[in-house]
């Protein structure tokens, strides 16, 4: 089994470090960065297999590092480690796109375990077949393609992201709230009116079986029909 290669935004050198020496003991690779800025240009150079970003750091804080990344990579794990523990922290972590939120002081085995537990679902989807099923169509998330018969034709980073939520609901209601925070990173009036043109483009791209539908559910959000 190939080790795991972790990108560390910690700006306090000596925590940094003991995180960096416990990961590497266990068989992890780590790539230590003592500033947001030096820790998106290893993102972009290395493709790791997940991020553990502390939230407060000189030139760009871990909050800019995610909502970056997630413009066009929906899936490598993002963990933010941090002592910022008000609700409203954790709400926006995690609506810019994180996968997890552990708070400081912490355990390097919880650490340890809840990187494997989502390196682990990445693994699941991967295993399971390229292709997904959706009426007359077949969606593939991963290289954000829909194809119908022998046709394929892609899909923008957001496209995928929202039909993979939808199709994750399928024929249940998917709450607008939801969509937006986990896509867009709030709910605010201007990305609700772009979500509306992403479901409207969505809407065009799976005409061609009209046994899919994406329904409008007033006050509630949507609810994809297959």
């Known amino acids: 089994m190939s080790k795991i290669k972790v990108i560390l935004a910690e700006d306090e050198l000596a925590l940094g470090t003991i ?16 500033d947001g800025q030096q820790a998106l240009e290893a993102y972009f150079r290395q493709k790791p297999d997940v991020l553990i970003l502390d939230v407060m750091m000189p030139k760009k804080d871990g909050f800019s590092i995610a909502a970056e990344i997630r413009k ?73 393609l829909l194809r119908f018969a022998d046709r394929e034709q892609p899909l923008t980073s957001r496209e995928s992201q929202l039909l993979q939520i939808l199709l994750e609901n399928a024929n249940d209601i998917t709450d607008r709230t939801l969509i937006l925070n986990q896509i867009w990173g709030s709910d605010d009036f201007f990305n609700a009116r772009s979500m509306d043109v992403f479901i409207t483009k969505l809407r065009k791209k799976l005409k061609e079986d009209p046994q899919i539908q994406i329904l409008n559910v007033r006050g509630y959000g949507f609810k994809l029909v297959c």
């Not at 020496?21 to 960065?33: G, K, P, Q, T, Y």
């Open 19 to 34: 995180i960096q020496e416990s990961l590497e003991s266990r068989e992890f690779i780590v790539h230590l960065c003592g």
């Open 72 to 144: 066009t990579d929906p899936y490598t794990p993002i963990i933010f480690l941090t002592s910022k523990s008000q609700t409203e922290d954790v709400v926006k972590g995690f609506g810019l796109g994180a996968n997890d939120y552990i708070r400081k002081p912490f355990s390097m085995e919880e650490l340890i375990v809840r990187i494997k537990a989502h390196l682990d679902k990445i693994r699941v989807r991967q295993s399971q077949s390229d292709w997904t099923p959706l009426g007359n169509y077949e969606f593939h998330p991963t290289r954000q």
